[in-house]
């Protein structure tokens, strides 16, 4: 499910910068990435219906390579997904409203600080 209305898709950042603020609000890079494209990851528990839940934003190098800190990447739309051991994330499904409501109000606080970053480019 992409989580759009925040205006994420192009933007331009150096990916220093970039996963300073997503870590602030709780966005992890755990090695999910290669030297092209990049993955921060929220993960949610939901402990009711035992699922895992991970809100993703995805960029790719534009000029350099990751994980360089001074590489310029660019943001695609943030996504929701639900983890199924052992098969991986599926993004087309129905999510729960509270796990979808905590998505957009997570990227809404991170866009703030991102969007208010100095950007590299728009």
Same mark, same amino acid.
């Given at each position: 499910? &992409? =989580?759009? /209305?925040?205006?994420?898709? /192009? &933007?331009?950042?150096?990916? /220093?910068? *970039?996963v300073r603020i997503m870590e602030k609000h709780g966005?992890?890079?755990?090695?999910?990435?290669d030297y092209e494209r990049v993955s921060l990851d929220? &993960?949610? *528990?939901?402990?009711?219906?035992n699922a895992t839940y991970? *809100?993703?934003?995805l960029a790719y190098a534009v000029d350099g390579e990751i994980p360089k800190r001074s590489t310029k990447v660019r943001l695609l739309t943030p996504i929701l997904g639900r983890h199924y051991y052992p098969h991986g994330v599926e993004y087309d499904e129905?999510?729960?409203?509270? =796990?979808?409501k905590k998505s957009t109000a997570i990227i809404e606080k991170a866009a703030k600080d991102l969007f208010a970053s100095e950007k590299v480019t728009s």
């Open positions: 499910m &992409k =989580i759009e /209305g925040y205006d994420f898709e /192009g &933007k331009e950042y150096n990916f /220093g910068s *970039l966005f992890v890079h755990a090695e999910q990435w929220y &993960k949610m *528990l939901d402990t009711t219906q991970y *809100l993703r934003v129905d999510f729960p409203d509270k =796990i979808v």
